[in-house]
């Protein structure tokens, strides 16, 4: 399965912007799902944004109508535009490749969580 690569943090003000990309080296990337998960310090990781294979986006309550998922197949890489960004938004994000069942995102379990990137907003 492919494996993705995180890149795109950074230290940004409340209010601010960033875009965060997550590359794949596989030609099997067009055929999953993406999710975009974030752990803040001291907290579980949590799933904030999925794109299914379609390109239908979903995305958490707590991002809805700020964050942006998107993918380009051909480059194999997908995106995470964020803008309005809070200090809760604060933490390491990582994307993992997937799959949906009954409505829910699964990553695959042949694919691992890599280093991700982290993003830090301050009040």
């Known amino acids: 399965q492919a494996q993705l690569v995180e890149s795109g943090g950074g230290f940004v003000q409340a209010g601010g912007s960033l875009r965060l990309s997550c590359a794949a080296s596989s030609s099997s990337f067009s055929s999953a799902a993406i999710g975009w998960y974030r752990q803040a310090p001291g907290n579980q990781r949590e799933l904030v944004a999925t794109?299914?294979?379609?390109?239908?986006?979903n995305y958490a309550d707590s991002v809805k109508g700020r964050f942006t998922i998107s993918r380009d197949n051909a480059e194999k890489k997908a995106y995470l535009e964020m803008n309005g960004l809070k200090p809760e938004d604060t933490g390491v994000y990582y994307c993992r490749p997937g799959t949906f069942y009954s409505g829910r995102f699964f990553p695959y379990d042949s694919s691992s969580w890599g280093q991700g990137t982290q993003v830090t907003v301050s009040a």
């Open positions: 794109i299914n294979i379609l390109s239908r986006p």
